[in-house]
């Protein structure tokens, strides 16, 4: 399998994609199992939201494994998925608890095209089998992103210990990094809710003279 790599901008000059990106190339083309999300939305958060424009970093995982909601975006579904993916339910429970309001569904691409890079740390899935492409080689992709981004202050929210370990890589000192568990069903009672992540950005960005996150804005 071949990844189309020629939207990436200034991303596609990270090692990974000369290094790496062929191994995982093989390993995709000799996969028996249905591969989501498809091959052309595998780069769209890349894509989206490039090293230059990126002012906040959310932090997941891989890609939701049933067929028709991942679109490449880390937490974000297509807009006519219901009911939400219940980790994105949850987010979308503390930002009511937080700001008052939350998006209209789950569709994220609004956040990306206001310089939120939605980062999963695997770029692909199985289909029905959540976390397995975990071993397959994407995480350096993960580490050459944090290392490029590390070079000015921007804000990270890693949930959950998979993210805060890939996040100590940063050295920044000026980071705004926001730590919490993570907001699946599973652990977003021991410490997700309740900790204002999309205010506590926005403040920071303000202090900063940058434009607040529109948290809920609407794709036109």
């Not at 909601?69 to 980790?87: N, Q, T």
Request: proline letters at 10%; glycine letters at 6%.
């Amino acid at each position: 399998m071949r990844l189309d790599t020629s939207r990436l901008g200034a991303w596609s000059d990270l090692s990974f994609f000369t290094n790496a990106l062929p191994f995982i190339e093989a390993a995709l083309g000799a996969e028996t199992r249905n591969i989501l999300p498809p091959a052309p939305k595998m780069f769209t958060a890349l894509e989206m939201t490039q090293p230059e424009d990126t002012r906040v970093v959310i932090l997941g995982q891989d890609p939701y494994p049933t067929s028709g909601h991942a679109h490449g975006l880390a937490f974000s579904a297509e807009p006519d998925v219901h009911p939400l993916p219940r980790s994105l339910a949850n987010i979308f429970k503390e930002m009511q608890a937080d700001i008052g309001i939350a998006p209209p569904n789950a569709d994220l691409r609004p956040w990306a095209r206001q310089g939120v890079l939605l980062l999963n740390t695997a770029l692909t899935v199985p289909e029905g089998e959540a976390g397995g492409h975990m071993k397959l080689g994407w995480q350096d992709l993960t580490l050459d992103i944090l290392r490029l981004l590390d070079t000015h202050p921007r804000a990270f929210l890693l949930w959950g210990k998979p993210a805060q370990k890939l996040g100590a890589h940063l050295k920044n000192p000026d980071h705004l990094r926001i730590e919490t568990a993570h907001p699946s069903p599973l652990s977003a009672r021991r410490g997700f809710f309740g900790s204002r992540p999309f205010s506590k950005v926005n403040q920071w960005l303000d202090n900063r003279n940058q434009t607040p996150v529109n948290w809920v804005e609407e794709i036109s």
